[in-house]
Antibody, heavy 112, light 108 residues
Framework: EVQLVESGGGLVQPGRSVKLSCAASGFTFSHFYMAWVRQAPTKGLEWVASISSGGRDTFYRDSVKGRFTISRDNAQNTLYLQMDSLRSEDTATYYC?????WGQGVMVTVSS | DIQMTQSPSSLPASLGDRVTITCRASQDIGNHLRWFQQKPGKSPRLMIYGATNLAAGVPSRFSGSRSGSDYSLTINSLESEDMAIYYCLQHNEYPPYTFGAGTKLELK
């Protein structure tokens, strides 16, 4: 059974950093592109970033370029999202996803 | 970037109805189109992939179709468990990927 379990969210002040993790199991993690998708409260889904199966290629939405970094550790079956220089508009539930299977999501609240 | 225009934003319907939700792509995306269902407080669930293929475990009353740059999700004989928000996603060859704005399907 495919499982994606996010961790690392919480309340963070504007301008500060947080790192999200996603532990994957039930499939060969190193074979799949992975992504982070977010959803602000009461809003729709928004693609944030993707990473190739080997980790060499990364892609970001314009609003997070230069502030967020997606990475992966295929030996540990773990996906990461380093979020720096956080803004209030980054407040959302962040989902780890293979774009078919999804984690349960982790909330990040950016507020002073 | 590719834009996905999803309609309608709200869809009141009755149990047993047949409903259709549509996404229009601003550029060619081939069949790189997925449909997701999301219920309150839950993660999205894949319903359709490759524009027309039913995901595992999805009831056969759901179907996907394509006509040019228009992609549709149809639900035949609506059931109460189908009330949710539906999103399309274009995942063309390389990111950025784009979701539609969502369609809230609710009981009339």
């Amino acid at each position: 059974e495919v499982q994606l379990v996010e961790s690392g969210g919480g309340l963070v002040q504007p301008g500060r950093s947080v790192k999200l993790s996603c532990a994957a199991s039930g499939f060969t993690f190193s074979h799949f592109y992975m992504a982070w998708v977010r959803q602000a409260p009461t809003k729709g889904l928004e693609w944030v970033a993707s990473i190739s199966s080997g980790g060499r290629d990364t892609f970001y939405r314009d609003s997070v370029k230069g502030r967020f970094t997606i990475s992966r550790d295929n030996a540990q079956n773990t996906l990461y999202l380093q979020m720096d220089s956080l803004r209030s508009e980054d407040t959302a539930t962040y989902y780890c996803t293979r774009l078919d299977f999804w984690g349960q999501g982790v909330m990040v609240t950016v507020s002073s | 970037d590719i834009q996905m225009t999803q309609s309608p934003s709200s869809l009141p319907a009755s149990l047993g109805d047949r409903v259709t939700i549509t996404c229009r792509a601003s550029q060619d995306i081939g069949n790189h189109l997925r449909w997701f269902q999301q219920k309150p407080g839950k993660s999205p669930r894949l319903m359709i992939y490759g524009a027309t293929n039913l995901a595992a475990g999805v009831p056969s009353r759901f179907s996907g179709s394509r006509s040019g740059s228009d992609y549709s999700l149809t639900i035949n004989s609506l059931e109460s468990e189908d009330m949710a928000i539906y999103y399309c996603l274009q995942h063309n060859e390389y990111p950025p990927y784009t979701f539609g704005a969502g369609t809230k399907l609710e009981l009339k």
